[in-house]
């Protein structure tokens, strides 16, 4: 998935300051994890729709990004709720169903989702550039800002290089479900790929040396609150109030 693919529609997401959009939905997220009660995370999963809506991202891609965690935390609340122990509302046979798995489950799956959802809609209203400009200015180490960059930008390439050597490999004979007969291969495609990732890193950072990259990232769009930009910012604090008075109450 390409992060920044929807960077450029005009909604109030995208017109927010980075700086204030990170910092205030990210303070979000970290009471979303907090939160125990039904009707809090009823709210924190419904204003998480309620971000999607106001970013006017289209629903097919969002859910194809929860696509994969919610397998994952199906199988995980699957998991939950036959082994958890404590009082039973189902059974089958041998085949138990107990409420506190079934309780639990569903407070990790509405928690995880909010924040996917939340960081979807933080990377998806803005350049990716911007964002690491924005993290920079949030005091987020250079260092890490520069290995993500870095990481989405070359991840791309690396899969293309690999797509490559699959495609060499099956001209020489190579065919992917005769694993046994061809188990050789495939650390040897593996081992070919990390070489050539090693080459060509230490290749682009000489030719940035020799650019004068510092470590700092560059962008033409300057920083600048807005009225409108504070307002977004305390209507988010406003509801993580709520959040927590909903919570303790």
Known sequence: MIIDQY????????????????????LFTFISTSVYRPWSLTFILLFSI???LLAHLPLSSVLRALKAPFFFLAIMMLILMLTAGGRIIFQYGIIKIYKMGLISGSTIIVKALCIII??????????????MKALECLKVPRLLIVILLFTY???????????????????RGYKAHRMVKNIKTVPKIIATLLVRSAEQSERVYAAMCLRGFSGSIKILKQFKATVSDVLKSAFVVIVCIFIIIVEIL
Not at 118 to 127: E, G, K, R, S, Y
Not at 159 to 171: E, R
């Open 7 to 26: 960077a450029h529609i005009h909604s109030p997401l995208h017109t927010w300051d980075t700086r204030l959009k990170i910092l205030f939905l990210v």
């Open 50 to 52: 309620f971000l999607i």
């Open 118 to 131: 939340t960081l979807f809609c933080i990377f998806n209203t803005a350049p990716l550039r911007q964002n």
């Open 153 to 171: 930008r070359y991840i791309f390439l690396y899969l293309a290089d690999l797509k490559n050597l699959v495609i060499a490999a099956k001209l």
